[in-house]
């Protein structure tokens, strides 16, 4: 038998599900790092390491409020922040569901409980809105490095990073 022979078929559905959860995990890194950008408190960013995301975004809006951040920066910050609640919520759906295969095609019914004994309500999910969430995650991770980046670059003497162009944007 060839390793090719024994090697189980991929499964594109448990592979999206876990590009999510793994980009889940990575927003609360940068999440850490951005609060550590922002609010260099040691007590603060060692609690930090032991909260969940939602818990992530209310210590960086405590630190913005106390902060010495530049307005147009803080702007830039808040708007990561309201991305980053939204991708919470999505990855949540996802990660935290239990999921049967849809009737046709490639998408998935995500069942959420809403009680034990009433029953589940149930969304459509499919594996490209997974992608599509596992990669909104990746581009808030370099919007949040970049912010962070440019709320203390003042105080460091280094110059402050631009704003990427990525394809699709109108601004161009």
């Known amino acids: ?3 090719d022979a024994e090697a189980p078929e991929r499964n594109r559905f448990l592979e999206a599900v876990g590009r999510v959860t793994l980009a889940g995990a990575q927003l609360d890194f940068s999440l850490r790092s951005l609060l550590g950008a922002i609010a ?3 007590t603060l960013l060692m609690y930090a390491n032991a909260e969940g995301t939602a818990r992530l975004i209310d210590l960086c809006k405590l ?3 106390v902060g010495t951040v530049a307005p147009e920066d803080m702007t830039e910050i808040e708007a990561c922040l309201a991305r980053a609640n939204d991708l919470r919520i999505k990855r949540n ?3 935290h569901s239990m999921f049967m295969q849809a009737e046709d095609g490639d998408g998935f019914e995500a069942m ?3 009680s ?3 029953g589940v ?3 459509i999910l499919t594996i490209v809105e997974m992608e599509a969430t596992a990669q909104a995650v990746e581009e808030l991770r370099l919007d949040m490095f970049r912010a962070g980046w ?3 670059c003042a105080d460091t003497g280094m110059a402050r990073m631009p704003h990427p162009t990525r394809a699709g944007d109108s601004t161009v």
């Open 1 to 3: 038998m060839t390793a």
């Open 40 to 42: 260099f408190e040691p």
């Open 63 to 65: 630190a913005l409020k």
């Open 93 to 95: 759906t996802v990660v």
């Open 112 to 114: 959420k409980p809403i």
């Open 116 to 118: 034990k004994g009433l």
């Open 121 to 123: 309500s149930v969304s």
């Open 150 to 152: 440019n709320a203390r």
